[in-house]
């Protein structure tokens, strides 16, 4: 059983260089469409239906967008992206929660949203979309960057949004760099506390390809060494 910490933890970190600056509530560069596929028969339809519906997913999509190209520093209009969609359906399969195809249609479940035993639901489902809308957002390095690096600056503008999930593990923790999302998180985290905008220069980096010496190139040390600083700083972190 996960301990309130897991989800206080990330809200209680030396966040003096994260903490977002106000940022517009409209993205204009976009047009966003939502579609809800889920029965409203089924109780993650009908949830979705009361609870969050397609006026706030509308807005969420919106502020979120917006939050991206703030975090990663995107100046020049970004990826050539025009048009994002967000469909709610019933089961995604795999025993996935969210995820994106053809580069900019978002996809949660609605399962998932039924299923959801958290406090605020509507919070839940706006950390999903801050996640799914930086990965199509961000850039991949031409495809050469690793899903882990992908999902953990997903999971890091969650951060920076005040949405972290209520199941990731506390900060500080993991095994290795490379295990993606929330653990992933961290670790960029601590990057980010040492060298100032470093999730925002590596993404300008990824534009034209990835590699791990990035690392290297932008901290003068070699991700293997981060990783152990960090661990040596923050494994025992609790957030209390």
């Known amino acids: 059983m996960l301990t309130p910490n897991h989800h206080h933890s990330w809200l209680l970190l030396p966040l003096s260089l994260l903490l977002i600056v106000t940022i517009p509530t409209t993205c204009d560069a976009y047009n966003f469409s939502v579609t809800n596929k889920a029965p409203v028969t089924t109780i993650g339809g ?35 992206v025009k ?14 929660w969210a995820y994106v195809s053809d580069i900019s249609n978002i996809h949660i479940s609605g399962s998932y949203i039924g299923s959801y035993k958290g406090k605020d639901v509507k919070k839940e489902f706006a950390g999903l979309i801050y996640h799914c809308m930086t990965l199509v957002l961000q850039w991949n390095g031409n ?28 900060f500080g923790k993991g095994d290795k760099w490379d295990q993606g999302y929330d653990v992933t998180t961290g670790f960029l985290i601590y990057c980010e506390l040492q060298h100032r905008r470093f999730v925002a220069k590596l993404n300008k980096k990824m534009k034209y390809g990835y590699n791990d010496g990035l690392f290297q190139e932008l901290t003068g040390k070699s991700i293997a060494q981060l990783w152990s600083d960090y661990k040596s700083t923050y494994g025992n972190f609790s957030g209390q």
């Open 83 to 96: 048009d994002i969609s967000l469909t709610i359906e019933e089961d995604l399969g795999q025993g996935r």
């Open 143 to 170: 495809g050469q960057a690793p899903a882990w690096l992908l999902t953990g600056i997903a999971d890091f503008v969650r951060v920076r949004a005040h949405y972290p999930g209520d199941n990731w593990v506390n």
């Open 46 to 80: 009908l949830r979705y239906a009361i609870e969050i519906g397609e006026r706030y997913s509308k807005i969420v999509m919106a502020h979120s967008a917006s939050t991206v190209l703030h975090v990663l520093g995107v100046h020049d209009g970004g990826k050539p």
